[in-house]
Nanobody, 126 residues
Framework: QVQLVESGGGLVQAGDSLRLTCSCT??????????VAWFRQAPRKEREFVGG????????NYQDSVKGRFTVSRDNAKKMVYLQMNSLKPEDTAVYYC?????????????????WGQGTQVTVSS
């Protein structure tokens, strides 16, 4: 069983930075076999992949619209995954979710993820 808890959301202005944290609690499994991703869902839109990381080797991948602005990283000791968001835009406003899957890479397809957090709201004002 894996539990994910997001934190760090809030209201910021365009151009600001924000760091989201996903705290990963697991029982009986090594996180080295997991991939963790960030998704987001804006009002009246479908949930979309933002970026993700393979816990074992730290390989990260991103959606094109956030490349160069967002960075996904992990802290093995703390069992946390971070989403550093810089140069935020109003279109980044959404509920951000952390998701995890066992084995495989950080896929952009949400159906491949078995574990989800409750989400954290990010609002970027213009």
């Amino acid at each position: 069983q894996v539990q994910l808890v997001e934190s760090g959301g809030g209201l910021v202005q365009a151009g600001d930075s924000l760091r989201l944290t996903c705290s990963c609690t697991e029982s009986g499994r090594s996180l080295a076999n997991f991939a963790v991703a960030w998704f987001r869902q804006a009002p009246r839109k479908e949930r979309e992949f933002v970026g993700g990381i393979d816990w074992g080797d730290g390989t990260a991948n991103y959606q094109d619209s956030v490349k160069g602005r967002f960075t996904v990283s992990r802290d093995n000791a703390k069992k946390m995954v971070y989403l550093q968001m810089n140069s935020l835009k109003p279109e980044d406003t959404a509920v951000y979710y952390c998701a995890a899957r066992v084995l495989g890479s950080a896929s952009p397809h949400e159906l491949e993820y078995s574990y989800w957090g409750q989400g954290t709201q990010v609002t970027v004002s213009s």
